[in-house]
């Protein structure tokens, strides 16, 4: 059964602090993996599709790289407005079209 | 380009009714899925929709239900709501159906079942 988790559930960190959320997933086949960022009471925010081993994306203070067993969201100098949760997704062979296997999410809280 | 959008933005409910929800498409994308997001289950996929086919369904409840029409816009309707049907829907829609299609969300229809 395809499964993903993120680590930690809860990150605070103060602003310009880097650190990095962890995405660990089992999947038969992966096809793609996506990372999405949420405000509260909004709907996910498309941020990164990786499709292979080695990969890696950036966009502004965000990175995001893949393994074959895991991705990492690097977020480097952070500013109090990348506050929000952070969604992993994975799309693997075994799974229908349409059909993201989400984790529970990161709560990243930035502070001045 | 306009985003996903979803109307209505909040519904309030009781037990026994029905709801329908409503989720407009960015333009040219055919592919229509939804989700049902809680605080203990997370996302959650209910059905996708392309060509106005249901192409996968998730493990819902009958009471779950969907269309999409010939213009890619989709409903999915909700009968004989549980309080546990308090949730926040999403719709997602992409270019077509294949796997590795980037899925965009709308903002969501937060329902509450009284």
């Known amino acids: 059964e395809d499964q993903v988790t993120q680590s930690p559930e809860a990150l605070r960190l103060q602003e310009g602090e880097s650190s990095s959320l962890n995405c660990s997933y089992t999947v038969s086949g992966l096809r793609g993996l996506f990372w999405y960022r949420q405000d509260p009471g909004k709907g996910p925010e498309f941020l990164f599709t990786l499709y292979s081993a080695g990969e890696e994306k950036e966009k502004e203070r965000l990175k995001a790289t893949l393994t074959k067993k895991e991705s990492f969201l690097h977020i480097t100098a952070p500013k109090p407005e990348d506050s929000a949760t952070y969604l992993c997704?994975?799309?693997?062979?075994?799974?229908?079209?349409?059909?993201?296997?989400f984790g529970k999410g990161t709560k990243l809280s930035v502070k001045p | 380009k306009a985003g996903v959008t979803q109307t209505p933005r909040y519904l309030i409910k009781t037990r026994g009714q029905q709801v329908t929800l409503s989720c407009s498409p960015i333009?040219?994308?055919?592919?229509v899925s939804w989700y049902q997001q809680t605080p203990g289950q997370g996302l959650q996929f209910l059905f996708e929709?392309?060509?106005?086919?249901?192409?996968n369904k998730g493990n819902f409840p009958g009471r779950f239900s969907g269309r999409q029409f010939s213009n890619s816009r989709s409903e999915m309707n909700v009968s004989t709501l549980e309080l546990g049907d308090s949730a926040l829907y999403l719709c997602?829609?992409?270019?077509?159906?294949?796997?590795?299609?980037?899925?965009?969300f709308g903002p969501g229809t937060r329902l509450t079942v009284l």
């Open positions: 997602a829609s992409s270019l077509t159906s294949r796997v590795t299609d980037t899925q965009y």
């Open positions: 333009s040219g994308h055919r592919s």
């Open positions: 929709y392309f060509s106005e086919t249901q192409r």
């Open positions: 997704a994975v799309q693997g062979n075994g799974g229908s079209q349409g059909n993201l296997i």
